[in-house]
């Protein structure tokens, strides 16, 4: 599965700079550099569930702070992919949480403390006014599955691409109406898709200055 950059930024809550920014090395390596090799950037859906994480943490931390955490984690020989590990934000440290304790990546490296982890998958505010969606329901009718689609958001319950409904109802189509075209998909799902693909335009690319 792979997910543009403005859809990876929609589904993680960062925005589309803070993605090109954050797969650039600032010189002790880059935040996250997508796993898929190709031009221009496609993220994974394990990427994305990473990129939720640190849209979460820089909620309550400086990003200097998650690259230290992040530079601790590989001293410690932790080297898989970064969806692999919980890092949560705790006072003003990033702590690495494991089944039975938490260490500490920034503040006190390696030190054992005690934290709660966040479920990255639920809805969460990253900054003023923006409020990021369910990962795997970001809508009511819309769903994210991995293994539906290819991990493209579709109408919940079927194979079909919610854009496809979205892109019906902005040209015109009511709602009432797209069952004629998508059988199944009811005048709700078909609200939700556009009202998630307007969500999803809101991250409008980043315009390189000339």
């Given amino acids: 599965m792979a997910y543009s950059t403005r859809m990876a930024a929609a589904l993680s809550g960062a925005t589309v700079g803070q993605l090109r920014s954050w797969r650039h090395d600032r010189g002790n390596g880059p935040i996250l550099r997508p796993e898929l090799a190709a031009r221009p950037a496609l993220y994974s859906f394990r990427d994305v569930l990473a990129l939720r994480a640190f849209a979460q943490l820089r909620q309550d931390v400086s990003l200097q ?25 705790d006072g003003s440290s990033v702590v690495l949480v494991g089944d039975d304790h938490a260490t500490d990546l920034v ?10 982890m966040a479920d990255i998958l639920e809805e969460f505010t990253p900054r003023p006014g923006v409020v990021v969606p369910r990962l795997l329901h970001p809508k009511p009718h819309v769903s994210v599955d991995p293994e539906t689609q290819g991990g493209q958001p579709v109408i919940a319950g079927t194979r079909v691409p919610f854009d496809a ?12 109406r797209i069952g004629d075209y998508f059988p199944g998909v009811t005048a ?23």
């Avoid at 503040?107 to 709660?116: D, F, K």
């Avoid at 892109?167 to 009432?176: A, I, K, M």
């Fill in 65 to 89: 702070k998650i690259r230290k955490a992040l530079a601790t984690l590989k001293s410690f020989g932790e080297i898989a992919h970064l969806s692999n590990y919980s890092l949560v934000a």
């Fill in 107 to 116: 503040t006190r490296p390696g030190q054992r403390v005690i934290a709660t």
């Fill in 188 to 210: 709700e799902a078909a609200r939700d898709a556009l009202s998630f693909a307007r969500y999803v335009n809101s991250y409008t690319p980043v315009t390189r200055a000339a």
């Fill in 165 to 176: 409904v979205a892109d019906l109802v902005g040209d015109g189509v009511p709602p009432e």
